[in-house]
């Protein structure tokens, strides 16, 4: 079984947590999950409060909008219209 790591900066969570984040949350959270367009964040680092954090950093939010998308795409075979057709906008 591979360990978890940060999708930001590669920590195991021995000294921040890791959290399950869904790249694609509100109204398509569920869809996030159905696709497996989840990673593994440092709680407080990567996640929350740092100042690269998903939740804090536009940049940083971008980043992991367009891996979902290149990821959702390249696993189900999927063209830009497809993926804007299930989650409602392009990110690339």
Wanted: aromatic fraction near 10%; glycine fraction near 10%.
């Amino acid at each position: 079984m591979e360990q978890r790591k940060c999708w930001r900066c590669g920590r195991n969570g021995y000294a921040d947590p890791l959290d399950h984040h869904h790249i694609f949350g509100g109204p398509n959270r569920k869809k996030s999950e159905k696709y497996g367009l989840v990673v593994d964040l440092c709680h407080n680092r990567c996640h929350i409060f740092g100042p690269m954090a998903a939740h804090a950093n536009a940049e940083t939010m971008r980043t992991l909008r367009q891996y979902g998308q290149r990821k959702a795409m390249e696993e189900n075979g999927w063209t830009v219209e497809d993926f804007i057709r299930e989650f409602g906008r392009n990110y690339l």
